[in-house]
């Protein structure tokens, strides 16, 4: 079987049984896991399925939300080179907020023992990560706790971000895009996100080209709103040229 007609009949039993598996497929169509891999991704670039841990559910879904241990282990390479991009952006003995978000909370594990920096964080994998770090000096955000995210969100949340004003904030999105802007599946976490880019003077995302043109329900902003997009080489350079058109300037790491 050639690839294409493989990939079409993957597609259609995304779209019949709600989510393909990895193995299963492999096993189903008698190819190795790798190959499946490269299928699933060769769909996702098409816009066709969105690639999760261990397989790929139909696109459309715009509800669908994976939760923290499958967004840590998807493109986690090229979140890796994004974290160690970003570091270039931090100011020195100045004031950053850390969204949530897998890339982010990167970003956090990668700063230097020698960072002197004030951070505040509503995103409790990224505070972790930081409570015995030296040189920073961290401000924990509050609010009700989203299971899925381990982010803090709601009233207390939006209240603090509306009281600072930090250098630069490191943003994540579940999509982005020149149509579609910044969007992620919940309300709540939206109205945060959108607070800490009105409580920056720089606004740095973080997301892998996995994301690009991906539309969810909550759309917090346009990529007018950011400064710097700092991605992977697997966004082209006609839609990094289509994303610098709007005003954004872009690092593939």
């Not at 600072?164 to 020149?178: E, H, K, T, Y």
């Not at 939206?190 to 973080?206: D, E, F, G």
């Not at 839609?239 to 058109?245: C, G, K, L, S």
Request: no cysteine; glycine share 8%; hydrophobic share 45%.
């Amino acid at each position: 079987m050639y690839a294409p007609e493989r990939q079409q009949r993957i597609l259609n039993l995304a779209r019949e049984r709600g989510r393909v598996e990895v193995l299963s497929l492999a096993d189903e169509f008698q190819v190795t896991a790798e190959t499946i891999r490269r299928d699933l991704k060769a769909l996702d670039r098409a816009g066709l399925v969105r690639r999760v841990h261990g397989g790929a559910i139909p696109a459309g879904r715009l509800d669908f939300e994976p939760d923290l241990s499958e967004r840590e282990s998807t493109a986690a390479d090229e979140k890796d080179r994004i974290a160690r991009a970003a570091l270039a952006e931090l100011p020195e003995d100045g004031s950053v907020i850390l969204d949530a978000g897998s890339t982010v909370a990167r970003l956090a594990a990668a700063l230097p023992l020698e960072s002197s920096l004030t951070v505040v964080t509503h995103a409790l994998p990224a505070a972790a990560r930081l409570a015995d770090h030296p040189g920073i000096a961290l401000h924990l955000v509050g609010g009700r706790v989203r299971h899925r995210t381990r982010a803090a969100v709601d009233a207390w949340a939006l209240t603090a971000y509306g009281q600072i004003r930090a250098d630069v904030v490191f943003l994540g999105a579940n999509g982005f895009s020149p149509r579609y802007g910044l969007t992620t599946p919940d309300p709540a976490e939206a109205a945060v996100k959108r607070a800490t880019v009105a409580a920056a003077r720089r606004v740095v995302l973080l997301a892998d080209s996995a994301k690009y043109g991906k539309e969810h329900f909550a759309r917090f902003g346009d990529l007018a709103d950011v400064d710097l997009l700092i991605t992977d080489t697997g966004l082209s350079p006609e839609d990094a040229v289509a994303v610098e058109a709007a005003g954004t300037e872009v690092v593939r790491a």
